[in-house]
């Protein structure tokens, strides 16, 4: 008699985010997007109007933070508060994707709603 055991999931080479981009954007794609060149796109991530990190090898940028072909209107101001506070691209996109209640949501998803200068005014209060 054989006891059948669920088989494991793969092991990923990296943990999966809790809470994490819905969906991401490789650079090519993000400067299709926007309408730009690729080494615009490289010039606005310099800038801190855009945040990539690698995934996989690969420089993303989380689909969110693209929307209707511009840059969320706050993202340049509140990458540039966090970068202060002394945050890295990966403790950056941790803190714009960790679940907050009192958004409601995260900061990212607040960043293109009613919400986003409360997003701006945390960050901010992060270099204090």
Same mark, same amino acid.
């Not at 060149?37 to 010039?43: A, E, G, L, M």
């Given at each position: 008699m054989t006891d059948s055991v669920p088989a &494991?999931?793969?092991?990923?080479?990296?943990?999966?985010?809790? @809470?994490?981009? &819905?969906?991401?954007? $490789?650079?090519?794609? =993000? @400067?299709?997007?926007?309408? =730009? $060149?690729i080494s615009k796109v490289h010039q606005m991530i310099r800038d801190r109007e855009l945040l990539a990190v690698r995934r996989d090898g690969v420089r993303r940028v989380p689909a969110e933070l693209v929307a209707n072909q511009t840059v969320r209107k706050h993202l340049p101001g509140v990458l540039t508060l966090l970068d202060d506070a002394g945050y890295d691209d990966e403790a950056v996109l941790r803190w714009l994707y960790e679940p907050d209640d009192s958004l409601p949501g995260t900061p990212a998803a607040a960043l293109g709603g009613d919400r986003a200068r409360e997003v701006k005014r945390r960050a901010q209060a992060l270099g204090f």
């Amino acid at each position: 008699m054989t006891d059948s055991v669920p088989a &494991s999931p793969p092991a990923s080479p990296e943990p999966p985010d809790q @809470a994490g981009p &819905s969906g991401w954007l $490789t650079l090519p794609d =993000v @400067a299709e997007r926007l309408d =730009v $060149t690729i080494s615009k796109v490289h010039q606005m991530i310099r800038d801190r109007e855009l945040l990539a990190v690698r995934r996989d090898g690969v420089r993303r940028v989380p689909a969110e933070l693209v929307a209707n072909q511009t840059v969320r209107k706050h993202l340049p101001g509140v990458l540039t508060l966090l970068d202060d506070a002394g945050y890295d691209d990966e403790a950056v996109l941790r803190w714009l994707y960790e679940p907050d209640d009192s958004l409601p949501g995260t900061p990212a998803a607040a960043l293109g709603g009613d919400r986003a200068r409360e997003v701006k005014r945390r960050a901010q209060a992060l270099g204090f």
